[in-house]
């Protein structure tokens, strides 16, 4: 299906602060490529399916229904489906002083961006109730967007799948291997080095060669999942890249030990 977008409102404002959108992504194509500055904050809702998110400062985590995301205006982030049209997601975006207050009481914290809400589908009815559809002075609507906010940032944490620690060109590298299709050839282009420098410049600070590296962040893509989905060994195959579900099946091995179809069901017998 295609990706739909629908704006549920533009600019609640008072003088402590607006909401400046609010809307819905179904179907989400993803799609960005790069990293992204918002010039204000924003709350984002996954919905449905399962993803990823990643950030400037090297750190990466898998998401799916229930996660939210917490965009800080100076810090450059990606966040997309692991297949295309793989997640719904609900947003706002807000500024003001209230906001700032927030965020000078150490309530907008950069290392806890992302954070789980077990009940997200009654989250969104109450932000479009109390919020979005109501009609309540805007000061009214502004404070229960700040409840909901509040109860939200409750389910924080700072557990990352992995935060990449060396040199600006080394994070950036190791963001781009960690793309289905990538290819260390491709990486080293996009950087601006001769493939045989970026090789061996990445081995020093890895510990690896880049196309090792490549496959070891892919198969933990994939393990997630097979974790958080229903999909099928082939589909997420298809999905990462792979020629074949087979090939999948001997490189997931390969690093982990066990096949897709092992991996599962030792995880579903816990």
């Not at 990706?3 to 992504?25: D, H, Y």
């Not at 590298?173 to 410049?201: E, I, M, N």
Request: net charge positive; aromatic share 10%.
């Amino acid at each position: 299906m295609e990706s739909r977008w629908t704006r549920w409102t533009t600019q609640i404002r008072c003088g402590l602060g607006s909401l400046v959108e609010a809307g819905e992504v179904t179907h989400s194509g993803g799609g960005m490529a790069r990293f992204r500055y918002l010039r204000r904050y924003a709350l984002v809702l996954i919905t449905r399916g399962s993803g990823i998110y990643e950030d400037e400062k090297g750190r990466q985590r898998s998401l799916s229904a229930g996660n939210w995301i917490l965009v800080l205006p100076e810090l450059g982030h990606s966040y997309r489906p692991l297949v295309p049209g793989g997640w719904d997601e609900v947003y706002v975006m807000f500024e003001g002083p209230v906001f700032e207050a927030w965020r000078s009481a150490g309530q907008f914290e950069a290392d806890r961006l992302v954070g789980f809400v077990s009940n997200v589908k009654s989250v969104v009815s109450r932000l479009k109730r109390e919020v979005i559809e109501s009609t309540a002075p805007v000061v009214v609507r502004l404070c229960s967007f700040q409840t909901l906010l509040a109860e939200v940032l409750e389910g924080a944490d700072d557990v990352w799948d992995s935060e990449v620690k060396g040199p600006p060109w080394f994070i950036d590298a190791c963001r781009l291997l960690a793309r289905p299709g990538a290819s260390a050839r491709q990486v080293a282009g996009d950087l601006g080095l001769p493939y045989d420098t970026f090789r061996r410049r990445f081995r020093e600070h890895a510990g690896m060669p880049p196309h090792r590296y490549h496959r070891h962040q892919i198969v933990n893509r994939a393990e997630r999942m097979l974790d958080q989905t229903d999909m099928k060994s082939a589909d997420v195959a298809e999905a990462l890249g792979f020629c074949d579900e087979p090939y999948f099946s001997r490189v997931f091995k390969e690093i982990t030990g066990r096949s897709p179809r092992e991996y599962r069901q030792r995880q579903e017998l816990g």
